[in-house]
């Protein structure tokens, strides 16, 4: 049978900020789906990457004095530098910037305008520049974009427009029929009452700003930041800009993204692609925001918390799971350095890390060291029972995107051993405890197996200590012990 494609993305990151822990979670949650779907056995394609041109990016290096190619360059190294602290498996890390890139984004938009989608006119709105982003009225807070605090400006310039209110209602049809489908469903009433009012042309084109895609049509003009930035999503499978010619893994089958950006991409980016003759990725994500105390993690607040903070106090491993088990996927939330303490205190140091450690103490106090377990001895047991009740939970929540119900389903296995052994006592020695310890290994090594997309280092770690080795009907442990996963923070 042929593999499943599953073409997933995050969203391209500004070059104007370091890496911050929203664009780390964003990045962590898709690498977990990813390494989930290439365990499944599915043909998996990862795309990541950063924005780099348009007003804000010139802006920010003016304020640096620097120019835009070097705060370009400099910025795209170190969200590659955290991707890889972060151990995320992206095969492919998209520049805006690339020549191939630029080429396509210029053939594309040469296409559009010869159907007679892109022609000139004066374009009038709002705009606000921290999400370089067209406004409506309704869309403001006491006169501000409610995101980024800021006043809107009026543009008004003559320009080339792209026939967005063209597209509207196809893009609300498919919507509603689920073709185009918004998730968590409850994403989907605000965009179809957006939808519903009609979309107004957009202007693709800046004379002011230097820094982007020259039109190629009318050269002295560069493209409108939005339309670069989504086409990286077919660019970075090696996309010419050719309408015809679509690279294999397209469509998407998700793109993954906070609510900040949730309606361009369901807009603009769908009527692109219907303007274009592509069809539509299969899916929009939307995940929750975290908030750090109740606020919005602000430079000016004082309240960052940056990824490597995270990495230097809890390790890579830890930081993955902390940030994706504090809350729903698809839900706002809230996090705070005394949350993250405590449950990396409850979850992995006297969770995890106790357990493993206890059950190696257990093994060898009862002289197991290389032992074989036949997948028979083990079927009929409260254990598998258990182990695939579990298994089947987090398969159900990970098809769903509930990674935190997913890391949830593992920790009830967790406990489910901490019971065991309170309850009979593993501690005390006799003979029979010892086939029990035999099942609680098999049972470690599931967990570890479930692991493997959050934390693929601890997985290893856990794996390498039990020594195992799987065939048709055995399972062979050679027990090796070694130094704790998770150090507690604060000793008792
Ligand atoms: N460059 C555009 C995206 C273009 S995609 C074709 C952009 N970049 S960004 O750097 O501002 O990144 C926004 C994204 O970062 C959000 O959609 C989300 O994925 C992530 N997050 C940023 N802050 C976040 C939180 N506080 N909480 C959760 N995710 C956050 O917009």
């Not at 409506?136 to 009026?154: Q, S």
């Not at 998407?252 to 539509?280: C, N, Q, Y």
């Not at 919005?296 to 809890?314: D, R």
């Not at 390790?315 to 809230?334: I, K, N, W």
Request: glycine share 6%.
């Amino acid at each position: 049978m042929a593999k499943k494609k599953f073409y997933i993305t995050t969203p391209i990151y500004y070059v104007n900020d370091r890496v911050h822990l929203g664009h780390a979670y964003t990045t962590i949650a898709a690498d977990v789906l990813a390494r989930y779907h290439r365990l499944k056995g599915d043909k998996v394609f990862f795309l990541t990457g950063t924005d780099e041109h348009g007003a804000k990016i010139e802006e920010a290096a003016k304020g640096l004095n620097k120019s835009p190619r070097q705060l370009c360059d400099e910025n795209s190294q170190r969200f590659k530098n955290g991707w890889q602290r972060l151990n995320i498996s992206y095969d492919n890390f998209i520049r805006t910037t690339d020549v191939n890139h630029k080429k396509a984004i210029a053939k594309a938009l040469k296409v559009l305008h010869e159907k007679g989608l892109i022609y000139k006119g004066v374009y009038k709105g709002l705009y606000c520049l921290g999400c370089e982003q067209y406004k409506t009225k309704a869309d403001l807070v006491d006169g501000k974009c409610p995101d980024h605090k800021i006043k809107p400006e009026v543009m008004e310039e003559e320009s080339y427009l792209f026939k967005l209110s063209k597209f509207g209602k196809e893009i609300e049809n498919r919507i509603k029929r689920d073709e185009f489908k918004i998730r968590p469903e409850e994403r989907k009433p605000e965009i179809l009452e957006f939808l519903k009012k009609g979309l107004k042309d957009i202007s693709i084109s800046r004379k002011k700003v230097k820094w982007g895609i020259p039109l190629p049509f009318e050269p002295e003009l560069t493209a409108y930041v939005w339309v670069d930035a989504l086409l990286n999503y077919l660019t970075g499978l090696g996309w010419q800009g050719d309408p015809r010619k679509i690279p294999e893994f397209w469509s998407a089958e998700v793109h993954l993204m906070a609510k900040d950006i949730f309606r361009v991409h369901a807009t603009i980016w769908p009527a692109l692609l219907l303007g274009l003759g592509i069809s539509l990725p299969k899916k929009l994500f939307i995940h929750g925001y975290f908030t750090i105390n109740r606020q919005k993690m602000s430079k000016s607040l004082g309240n960052v918390i940056w990824p490597e903070e995270l990495i230097e106090k809890f390790g890579v491993d830890a930081t993955r799971y902390l940030l994706l088990a504090s809350f729903p996927f698809g839900r706002d939330g809230d996090i705070s350095w005394k949350k993250l303490e405590e449950k990396y205190e409850a979850d992995l140091a006297k969770g995890l890390g106790n357990l493993v450690a206890r059950l190696l103490s257990l093994a060898d106090k009862s002289e197991i060291k290389s032992e074989v377990l036949k997948i028979e001895e083990v079927k009929n047991t409260d254990f598998q029972k258990k182990i695939d009740e579990v298994q089947e939970k987090y398969k159900k929540a990970l098809e769903e995107f509930k990674l935190n119900e997913a890391l949830a389903s593992i920790w009830e296995l967790i406990s489910f051993c901490d019971e065991y052994i309170e309850k009979n006592k593993l501690w005390e020695e006799n003979e029979s405890q010892k086939t029990s310890i035999l099942y609680l290994l098999h049972t470690i090594a599931n967990i570890a197996n479930l692991l493997k997309p959050f934390l693929p280092e601890t997985s290893e770690k856990i794996l390498k200590q039990l020594g195992l080795e799987i065939t048709e009907q055995k399972w062979i442990f050679n027990i090796k012990k070694s130094e704790s996963l998770f150090p507690r923070m604060n000793p008792e």
